[in-house]
């Protein structure tokens, strides 16, 4: 009875080990599906952003109305939202896939890959940059984001550019 006993829990953690195997095996693929998604998307707003037009003289005009500083503020911060908006479901499905793995046991590998794309996806920088944004003053945030030139990715360089040479 003992031998048969032993058999069975040896089996069973067998078991056990190669459903964590397979387990951790499928976060792996999910955290890249989700990555390859969301850069693909990426990629496609950013092909959309490079061909994209400057704006007009009228969007010039407001924006050297006001400081220069604040300018460049709006507009880097404006083109980060306006490319999230672009890539939102591959973003909100990368997100998901990694809060959902977050605290779950996964291989190296799998841990490695979502400790990396947390930090590129979702890094410091990132952070400092639209914490700026928000700090702009309301009147200049209302005013710039009315216009519907910033609804779409746009190269927020190359607006800064054309506003300096006008």
């Not at 693929?29 to 850069?39: F, K």
């Not at 939202?81 to 591959?90: F, G, L, Y």
């Not at 944004?133 to 990715?153: D, G, I």
Request: charged share 25%; proline share 2%.
């Amino acid at each position: 009875m003992t031998k048969v006993l032993y058999f069975w829990l040896v089996v069973c953690l067998f078991m056990t080990q190669l459903a964590k195997a397979a387990e951790s095996h499928d976060a792996h693929r999910y955290l890249t599906e989700s990555i390859v998604n969301y850069g693909s998307a990426k990629e496609a707003c950013q092909r959309q952003q490079a061909v994209r037009a400057l704006p007009g003289r009228d969007v010039l005009s407001e924006l050297a109305e006001i400081d220069i500083h604040s300018v460049r503020i709006f507009l880097v911060g404006k083109s980060i939202q306006a490319e999230d908006r672009c890539a939102e479901s591959e973003l909100l499905g990368l997100a998901i896939a990694i809060l959902s793995l977050e605290d779950t046991e996964v291989g190296e590998k799998t841990e490695i890959a979502l400790q990396s794309i947390k930090q590129l996806a979702f890094s410091e920088q990132r952070w400092l940059i639209q914490n700026q944004y928000r700090q702009l003053p309301e009147n200049v945030k209302k005013r710039l984001e009315s216009m519907a030139y910033f609804e779409k990715p746009f190269d927020a360089l190359a607006v800064e550019k054309a506003l300096l040479e006008k």
